[in-house]
């Protein structure tokens, strides 16, 4: 996270950077670490110090606070408290995001209640790639593409049948092919 401390008729003392480092630190775990920059602007005018706090968080959300007391504590405080408020409102927009499901659930659907499922474990992670050329080509050169390579299959759409097959390395070192059925 970056940090932009500024002063106006007021010397940033250590204690005071540590003051702000420390309160920043306590947001940007609630936040989970989606603070991008935070701006804060410290001023004193007579009796009165003034705490203005910029925090951009991840998704051009733009959180801000400000707080006037009689010590810096105590109106970094109360700035913090607004942008808390914001911080968590933002957080619960995030979770109801996340929570919304795909197809029937996501149009307001009423789903029937089902007992909940055995517990068999985590299910396993899916992780897409973006594209995957489908050339076509002939077995041998598909074969001797897969052998040169060190990728574990080999989608690609067989040059005599017009249809899309699979190349796979076997545990045993031969390759196997799948081809479907029409």
Not at 51 to 69: F, K, S, W
Not at 164 to 177: C, H, M, V
């Amino acid at each position: 996270m970056r940090l932009v401390l500024t002063g106006r008729n007021v010397e940033i003392s250590p204690s005071l950077r540590q003051l702000v480092d420390r309160r920043l630190a306590k947001l940007e775990r609630m936040l989970n670490d989606s603070m991008v920059s935070a701006q804060v602007v410290l001023t004193l005018e007579k009796y009165r110090h003034v705490a203005e706090v910029t925090v951009h968080a991840r998704g051009d959300h733009i959180l801000h606070g400000m707080g006037n007391a009689t010590t810096w504590p105590a109106s970094f405080t109360q700035a913090l408290e607004k942008i808390s408020q914001q911080a968590h409102k933002l957080k619960d927009r995030w979770t109801r995001r996340k929570r919304r499901g795909g197809g029937a659930r996501a149009l307001g659907a009423a789903e029937p209640l089902a007992a909940p499922p055995a517990a068999v474990g985590p299910a396993p992670r899916i992780i897409r790639t973006k594209r995957y050329p489908v050339k076509p080509m002939s077995i041998e050169d598909a074969a001797a593409r897969l052998e040169e390579g060190d990728e574990a299959f080999l989608l690609f759409r067989n040059a005599a049948t017009e249809s899309i097959n699979i190349l796979y390395r076997r545990k045993d070192g031969r390759l196997g092919l799948i081809d479907p059925e029409a």
